[in-house]
């Protein structure tokens, strides 16, 4: 049972990946054409939602893991509120995606929620970094 979990576990963080390149494609949005900001903040949308549900995955199979596991309280603490964060950055960006792609299909510019999307992007990838990090290196706290 260890295994599957440790799977589901590994395929709920690839889930998490997509996190990684949003500073990328948040500061390259801006050069695009309406049409391509409207579909690239579509996909955006999408797959936020679709790494929300990898949150998830990663909170069932983690709590498995991890009583299974010999792992330091503070450890636990940390990954924790980091989950906690990544979670709350994801959901809160939910707002400004709906509200850039309503401001384009109004032929509209986006300045102020590109820039709180950027901001967002920067924060959840650098969490997600330095969870991953924790994953990987679980003693070091």
């Known amino acids: 049972m260890f295994q599957v979990m440790l799977f589901l576990h590994i395929i709920g ?4 990946g ?3 390149v949003l500073p990328f494609v948040f500061g390259a949005v801006s050069k695009l054409s309406l049409a391509a900001q409207e579909g ?3 996909a955006v949308k999408s797959l936020n939602r679709f790494a929300q549900i990898g949150l998830v995955i990663q909170l069932l199979t983690g709590g498995y893991l991890v009583g299974k596991g010999n ?3 503070l450890w636990m603490v940390v990954v924790v509120i980091l989950f906690l964060v990544i979670g709350a950055l994801g959901g809160v960006m939910a ?3 709906k509200q ?3 401001s384009i299909r109004e032929n509209k ?3 102020a929620e590109a820039g709180k999307l ?3 992007g920067m924060l959840l990838s650098v969490s997600v970094i330095l969870i991953s990090f924790l994953m990987v290196y679980s003693t070091i706290i």
Do not use: H
């Open 18 to 20: 997509f996190y990684l």
């Open 71 to 73: 792992y330091s309280v």
């Open 118 to 120: 950027r901001t967002l």
């Open 40 to 42: 690239t903040l579509s």
């Open 109 to 111: 510019k986006i300045t």
């Open 95 to 97: 707002k400004p995606l």
């Open 13 to 16: 963080a690839m889930a998490l």
């Open 100 to 102: 850039a792609i309503g």
